[in-house]
C-alpha cells in the first residue's frame, strides 16, 4: 500500500523539478549557463542534493571578421 505522505512529497518534488526545469530554460535563453553536480550519489541511502558551483553568462562585443580586432 502507498503511504499517502510519500505520494504527496512525490508530487511536489515533480512540480519543483518542472519549476527548476522552466527556470533553467529561461536562463538560457539569456545566454546564462549552470554548471550542477548531483552529491552524494554512492548508496541508495546517502542523501542526495543538487549543488550549483558555477552560473555564468557570456558577453560577446563583436563576432567575425568584419568587426575584428585591430592588428
Known amino acids: 500500500m502507498k503511504d499517502p505522505k510519500v505520494i504527496e512529497l512525490v508530487k511536489q518534488f515533480n ?7 522552466t527556470t533553467w530554460k529561461k536562463l538560457q535563453s ?12 554512492g548508496s541508495y541511502t546517502e542523501e542526495k542534493y543538487l549543488k550549483v558551483y558555477q552560473m555564468a553568462q557570456n558577453v560577446e562585443y563583436f563576432k567575425g571578421e568584419k568587426h575584428g580586432l585591430v592588428e
Do not use: C, H, Q, S
Not at 512540480?15 to 526545469?21: G, P, T
Not at 539569456?30 to 550519489?41: A, F, I, P, Q, S
Open 15 to 21: 512540480k519543483d523539478v518542472k519549476a527548476l526545469n
Open 30 to 41: 539569456n545566454d546564462v549557463y549552470v554548471r550542477m553536480e548531483l552529491k552524494g550519489t
